[in-house]
């Protein structure tokens, strides 16, 4: 009676794996600063709960499988403002950004058909592919870089027979990188050249700083036949507990047959894209204040890095997240110490150990993942702490590995 | 750019298939009765809404990957009503039943592996496993006996060395079947001999009527280490819309294994979990209610379809479905004729064709899925509307294929 081996194969979540750690922390009475996971503080916008709280009817009934159409229309409208055309038909409601992922990748790979993803990526692409036996081959982008996309040629030395698609998050998690137009035109040739899909997980759309460019690609016409675009409430709107995600594609043939997975799912909660509706009908301001918000945020954690000897970090564009590269040996060794050994006045941070974001063996061993995702002064706070515990830790290395 | 063999070779609801032909009725003025969809008219108790409107947090924020303590905590003393007893680290919530199914088959079964279902079945067992590449092999059963098991033989020789579990829904969705104890027992002692895990799909728990006694797997003490317990508070407390379902499992290890699964989807809707809270707390006098009711509904049903001519129809003891068989070729067909050609002064009903719920190729082409819920007047009239049709169905069937 053994398990799968798909399933005792699977990575355990690297971001949640060191939880008990900080359970321990502050068991022991010391304040843990959350820096290693995604969950906003933002206020999620009350037009949400207003809606949720009006429902009015006796049974909460099964919704469509393909979603409330309100829903979808709201989407399709939201997707207008960025000049992007998706009709009714092609878009479907999903359990979050997850389900979307998930979903697409049945129904575009067979077991043991390959996936690329430029590492590191968001630790989960792997667990939902090892779960239906597709294989994610990594596209290495390096923190010297900013995480940048290397040459069409080295993308293109990672293609084979098996692969069927790219899948890429932009802006990026966990990087915060944005790619430049050439960058996604240059993804975007490949895909056409050797006739694969793109799923472009575009869940932190909004999330673009500096005045930089965003260039999604639902705006690539030449390719708008293999573009699957992944999308969630979740970050865009703080809204993480709604579990209200989507897929855009003008590939109807895609839709129709991921829409067989929506079926056999019945659907999606009804209250929650009830509350969703509204949320797309969210003025701009909101995503201006927002984005403000997470701007000085970043200037904080980035300014605070870079004053830290041996760190290092390019200012990342994007989403709320930045990989640092420390001096130490083991990343994950020096996230625990943290949380064990080491308080400031009663006070540390817990951040998330890069390593499980590479798919390759060995790499991000010495980098984290910071999420800045608190208010500035708990954000300051943070950044002290780090400094003066890197300043502590006994296996620092005093000659950067960089 | 092809889409993967799994995901076209996946089955297109049967329930669903045939909407566009009461859609077309509906627009031509007909009244269509909805007998083809498990979707009940029952009142959802009203804590459930009261819960969510009472929701007071900013921030709709991740809940937990294996779901609220609260939830776990009221699945578990629920269980305890039933005599069985699932410890908080024993309970999973998933997104519905569905995902609960899906989930259990990656983690038992990997790529060309087996799974053992009693048909017809629950048409998206089919669905899920195709969509990760599991193979359902079916247990033949028959209207002639009221779809109970065959013997342990006949079900031995459909195990083969890839065979990794067996999945039942008790009482069984479509046929209305609630097995016996001793079936019960068969299914544990074959589970033992031939080292396989047990799915039971439980979610009609509390729908079983005439007073029969009812077997969980939770109480067959001999396999509690390989007994999986799919549940949903869908059906009952009448919330399909909520997709809150739950796993029970005392097999400690599958338990983790899954609960990298729940991870990798972050969590279940936070608002719909402290929903359920509430209707985990529902008193016994509302199912009895309920059940009433429903044993109501399948009185006029049975007796009705009992007299008419050709019918076949053993009386069914649980859930809210009947499979009768009809006295046509083709049942689709038949189905599709009610629709399209038929009514009794402006008034038809749909069905769905039993064929698709069935594995083995050719068989349940004469017979139908009957949902019994509509309230008792509407499920009266829909039967006289049947009988009228099956009198002036041209292509009917003189002697009956019984």
């Not at 673009?208 to 573009?227: A, H, M, P, Q, W």
């Not at 001096?327 to 890069?354: C, H, Q, R, S, Y």
Request: net charge neutral; hydrophobic share 40%.
């Amino acid at each position: 009676m053994n398990l799968s081996k798909r399933i005792t194969s699977m990575q355990a979540s690297p971001i949640r794996k060191l939880v008990p750690y900080a359970q321990e922390a502050i068991s022991k009475g010391i304040k843990v600063y959350h820096l290693n996971i995604g969950q906003p503080d933002i206020k999620t916008p009350e037009t949400f709960f207003k809606a949720v709280k009006n429902f009015k009817k006796d049974v909460l009934e099964y919704s469509f499988s393909q979603g409330m159409p309100e829903l979808i229309d709201a989407i399709s409208k939201y997707y207008k403002n960025y000049n992007m055309d998706f009709k009714q038909d092609e878009i479907l409601i999903t359990n979050g950004g997850s389900e979307a992922l998930l979903f697409s990748m049945i129904a575009i790979a067979d077991p043991y058909d390959e996936i690329l993803a430029p590492e590191p990526f968001y630790t989960n692409y792997n667990g939902f592919a090892t779960a239906v036996n597709v294989n994610i081959k990594p596209i290495t982008t390096k923190a010297e870089k900013g995480f940048h996309l290397p040459s069409k040629n080295e993308i293109e030395n990672v293609i084979t027979p098996k692969t069927k698609a790219i899948l890429l998050s932009n802006p990026g998690n966990p990087t915060g990188v944005v790619y430049s137009k050439e960058e996604i035109e240059m993804i975007a040739s490949i895909a056409k050249e050797y006739n694969l899909f793109i799923i472009a997980d575009e869940v932190y759309r909004e999330f673009v700083y500096d005045g930089l460019e965003y260039t999604s690609f639902g705006n690539i016409k030449e390719v708008e036949d293999r573009v699957i675009i992944v999308d969630s409430v979740s970050k865009r709107y703080s809204a993480c507990g709604a579990r209200i995600g989507s897929i855009a594609s003008k590939n109807k043939e895609f839709i129709a047959q991921v829409l067989k997975l929506c079926q056999g799912r019945l659907c999606v909660p009804t209250l929650e894209q009830i509350g969703a509706i509204e949320l797309y009908k969210t003025p701009e301001s909101y995503f201006k204040e927002v984005n403000l918000e997470y701007k000085k945020r970043r200037d904080i954690l980035y300014n605070a890095l870079n004053n830290m000897n041996g760190v290092l970090c390019k200012k990342p564009k994007g989403a709320f997240y930045v990989v640092a590269k420390l001096p130490v040996e083991n990343a994950e060794d020096f996230v625990i110490w943290m949380l064990k050994d080491f308080n400031l006045n009663g006070e540390t941070i817990m951040m998330a150990p890069a390593e499980g974001f590479y798919s390759t063996k060995g790499l991000g061993k010495d980098e984290v993942r910071l999420a800045y995702i608190l208010n500035e002064k708990d954000l300051s706070k943070s950044m002290e702490i780090l400094k003066a515990g890197l300043e502590k830790y006994p296996k620092k290395l005093t000659k950067t590995t960089i």
